[in-house]
């Protein structure tokens, strides 16, 4: 796949904490790709919140700075003083043992600190930080090298969300202002026949494995490894398109009432859906938003922004169903982790990559593509703790643990996702209504 022209720098293929210099230049390329995701941005860009589920770019620029200030400066740092007491309160989100804060759904009434006020804020912090990390003991890196390390972590989640949130900023607006008006458009072409993979039944494990000495990082959340019997299955060979979706949309499939689930029907008809996020029909075609500006609906590119209740009423559709999560773990062992990931600078999905010759590779009974990158994939699991779990001590705690109920767990990474933050056995996780990130699937069905 070839990368945009333009594309952002690459941050490390791999976060990890070896020795303090290491972890210096990776805080460096991780805190620096934030800002230059924002440097296409005007001020007034940064402000807006148009839903409670979308946070101002501003708001992102100090939360993950705020991360730094509260769990590593403040603790370890005895002479550090904060730049302004009042911004644990705005920043922090819904860390309830750090400390009372300001309402989710209100964090685009806060037009001061200004912009310029928040990215002295960030120097300030990025200061201190250098400076402990310059100073800090063997002992001590030692004790502060994983803080540091969930905090770059953290701060890549965020750098995901800046994309999708201004996405939807930029969608709203009846001008359909485009991100960045050099991002490339692919080429409109047919997509490959699906294909599907077998694997065979047996007990597998799963989960991080903290044993293997290259594994890296992990969130609690992917603990511990455990072992889960599966059933034979097969999976998709590649991602849903928009061309198919668009097939089980003219079948009717927002009118059919025995595809969906009964909380997803009622969805179907409180919100009106007709197509999927970001979509919309004009003069007999559609058309969808990306961070390009409204363009034609390429069929050849995997479908994005559906819901849960969406991908699971296009799963009955096509008579397959949503993979597990476990399957889709154990799917992707002999996957490369490699995919179109933000570093790529697309900002959107895109179709299976053509060859050397500039076709589409014909796709057989062989591997899995388009496993990482792309769409974030919806699976059939409940987000629920692993056996044997147990959250991190203290306000870290509150990280992924507090969230496991009522979601349902997406794999892969996305087109907003850096290529160093992800993994296989990364467990994101959303409620089904929701699409403003970028969701896809891909199929399963039992074998035989």
């Known amino acids: 796949m070839a990368a945009n022209p333009a594309a952002p720098a690459a941050t490390p293929t791999k976060i990890r904490h070896s020795d303090a210099a290491s972890l210096s230049e990776q805080y460096d390329a991780v805190r620096g790709f934030t800002e230059e995701f924002c440097e296409p941005l005007n001020t007034e860009d940064y402000v807006v919140q148009t839903v409670e589920n979308v946070s101002p770019t501003k708001w992102h620029l100090a939360h993950t700075t705020w991360f730094f200030e509260t769990f590593i400066l403040k603790d370890h740092v005895s002479s550090y003083e904060p730049l302004n007491e009042t911004y644990a309160y705005l920043f922090n989100s819904y860390y309830i043992q750090a400390g009372e804060r300001h309402c989710r759904d209100r964090r685009g009434y806060i037009s001061r600190p200004t912009v310029s006020e928040v990215y002295a804020y960030r120097a300030h912090v990025d200061d201190a930080m250098h400076a402990l990390m310059s100073s800090a003991s063997g002992k001590q890196m030692h004790e502060l090298a994983p803080l540091i390390e969930i905090g770059l972590h953290h701060e890549q989640q965020h750098q995901e969300l800046m994309v999708t949130d201004m996405k939807h900023v930029l969608s709203v607006n009846p001008l359909r202002p485009a991100y960045r008006d050099d991002l490339t458009r692919a080429e409109s072409r047919e997509a490959p026949a699906l294909q599907w993979v077998g694997f065979d039944e047996g007990v597998y494990e799963i989960g991080f494995d ?66 999927p996020f970001y979509w919309e029909a004009h003069d007999d075609q559609y058309y969808l938003y990306t ?42 062992r002999g996957v490369p982790l490699e995919g179109n990931f933000v570093d790529e600078g697309h900002f959107h999905p895109q179709p299976l990559p053509e060859d050397a010759e500039g076709a589409v590779p014909e796709l057989g009974d062989g591997p899995l593509h388009q496993m990482f990158g792309d769409v974030w994939e919806w699976t059939r699991s409940h987000y629920s703790p692993y056996p044997g779990y147990e959250p991190l001590p203290g306000a870290l705690g509150e ?50």
């Not at 992990?218 to 398109?241: G, I, K, M, W």
């Not at 499939?253 to 009106?272: N, T």
Request: charged share 30%; proline share 4%.
């Open 210 to 275: 903290d044993e293997d000495p290259d594994a890296g990082f992990c969130y609690d959340n992917e603990t511990p490894r455990h072992r889960e019997f599966l059933e034979s299955f097969q999976l998709a060979n590649r991602l849903v398109t928009c061309g198919e979706y668009l097939e089980f949309m003219r079948d009717g499939g927002y009118e059919r009432p025995e595809l969906w689930l009964s909380a997803g029907w009622a969805m179907v008809q409180e919100k009106e859906w007709t197509e």
């Open 291 to 332: 961070l390009g500006g409204l363009r034609e609906v390429n069929p050849a590119e995997p479908v994005s922004h559906l819901s849960y209740y969406e991908a699971e009423a296009f799963a009955r559709w096509a008579d397959a169903r949503l993979p597990t999560e476990a399957e889709w773990e154990i799917a992707s």
């Open 399 to 448: 990280y992924n643990g507090k969230f496991m109920c009522g979601q349902f767990v997406l794999r892969g990474g996305s087109c907003a996702t850096s290529r160093s933050h992800i993994r296989r056995t990364y467990r994101n996780f959303f409620h089904p209504d929701e699409a403003w990130q970028f969701m896809g699937l891909r199929l399963a069905r039992d074998a035989g």
